[in-house]
């Protein structure tokens, strides 16, 4: 039997896409694709698939820049019914069981031809361009080279995904709705990626729908479009918003005092402390023993930061996660028109058994920026209400905290001041 590696850290930090451990597949993985399997579905022995494209489109990561590319549809017998508008959409996605949307998800099944990602036009990317480019699902009609295989494809930033088959043909029963301001930005070859993400997002498209846009190589000047790796987008479109928005909170005012935030989901437990000082971010993550990427007997913290000059690297430590939180922190920043210092804290526990993307990071901590925060003078105060909502005890993540040692020793002109009017009295 394949052993994952017992060095800790490793695999929380690999989350089975670098392949850290020298191993030619996760062996974490690998164990997870029979923890939830698949429900019979009819077709499964087809070669041939009729439905509705959500629409859906993926851009695998493996063997680039000769990569597998393909929309995702579920067949013509499933009865999604109204589901069918949230099938690819985890931005909707918040409150669900884990079973559910596995069952949600692997009721898709994906379609897959090889393409070089510099590669702009072919029959089978044209169509699959047309779908990701549309408002609403598609009919869509799929030829497979030989039946679909059963397999559950589960990833650290992407939602679990179905059976696999290898198209050879793929066309459209009916003409796609596209939304005039995706016609502008495709049409657009002199606009730059940034700039039209930042236009999406302010006609309120979704991350997901945004990465299926970036993904597939519809956006950018034109001499630096090609098809993105989908895990690679979805973190390109956290960052790339997330940035644009830190613009914006710099020039806010700072925050009157610390706030507390909190969520809970799925076994992972999200506490957001707010600090009235200039912007900085730092996303700590504590994986208990037997949690997903975790299989030693022991606590794994993961950390990454920025200060206010921001980050120069990717933040491999907590990978795409610390994107998809950070975006959620700026999003509220923003929305209340205030500057603050983040502290984001997330502990994942065993009931996380199976990677289901870093939706799961960015909506959880939507969801603790929407409800009522708990105000404090003082970071301590701040940190002592925080320990109350966490299992780990608080002197281990402020151990392991680079802005709580910053803040804590860089003293602010008003600390002086409120120091020297206490020795007064």
């Not at 859906?56 to 000769?66: D, E, K, L, R, T």
């Not at 987008?233 to 940035?243: G, R």
Request: proline content about 6%.
């Amino acid at each position: 039997m394949v052993r994952p590696p017992t060095r800790p850290g490793l695999c929380v930090a690999c989350k089975g896409a670098r392949l850290l451990c020298g191993k030619e597949s996760c062996p974490i993985l690998m164990k997870q694709q029979s923890i939830m399997p698949l429900k019979k579905i009819k077709l499964l022995d087809a070669t041939e698939l009729v439905g509705e494209s959500p629409p859906s489109f993926f851009v695998g990561h493996y063997s680039y820049p000769n990569v597998l590319v393909g929309p995702m549809l579920p067949p013509n017998e499933l009865e999604l019914g109204t589901k069918l508008k949230i099938v690819d959409e985890p931005d909707t996605w918040f409150g669900n069981r884990i079973q559910d949307l596995v069952d949600l998800r692997t009721s898709l099944f994906r379609t897959a031809f090889r393409t070089n990602v510099n590669e702009f036009h072919s029959r089978l990317l044209d169509v699959s361009r047309e779908l990701v480019m549309a408002g609403k699902p598609v009919g869509t009609e799929v030829k497979f080279e030989k039946a679909p295989k059963i397999r559950i494809l589960y990833d650290s930033h992407s939602p679990p995904m179905g059976p696999v088959g290898t198209v050879k043909k793929l066309e459209l029963q009916s003409n796609p709705s596209v939304p005039l301001v995706v016609e502008k930005v495709v049409a657009d070859t002199d606009l730059k990626a940034t700039a039209a993400m930042d236009l999406l997002y302010q006609e309120s498209f979704s991350v997901t729908k945004m990465t299926r846009i970036l993904s597939a190589g519809l956006v950018g000047r034109e001499k630096n479009r090609k098809l993105v790796p989908t895990r690679w987008a979805i973190t390109a479109v956290d960052d790339t918003i997330s940035k644009q928005l830190i613009s914006r909170v710099k020039e806010y005012s700072l925050m009157d005092s610390c706030q507390v935030f909190h969520s809970k989901y799925l076994d992972n437990n999200f506490v957001v402390i707010l600090i009235p000082r200039e912007w900085a971010f730092e996303n700590l993550e504590a994986w208990y023993q037997k949690s997903t990427f975790n299989p030693t007997n022991q606590t794994v913290f993961m950390q990454d930061h920025e200060f206010y000059g921001g980050r120069t690297k990717y933040a491999s430590s907590v990978t795409g996660a610390y994107y998809a939180a950070r975006l959620a922190v700026t999003e509220y920043l923003t929305k209340i028109k205030k500057q603050a210092a983040v502290l984001v804290l997330r502990e994942v526990s065993s009931g996380y058994i199976v990677p289901l993307g870093v939706w799961v990071i960015r909506e959880t901590v939507r969801d603790a920026m929407k409800k009522p925060s708990k105000q404090f003078s003082t970071l301590q105060e701040a940190l002592k209400n925080a320990s109350r909502l966490l299992k780990i005890p608080i002197k281990q993540w402020t151990k392991k905290s680079r802005l709580i040692d910053h803040f804590t020793k860089q003293k602010t002109l008003l600390d002086y001041f409120k120091l020297k009017d206490s020795r007064a009295r």
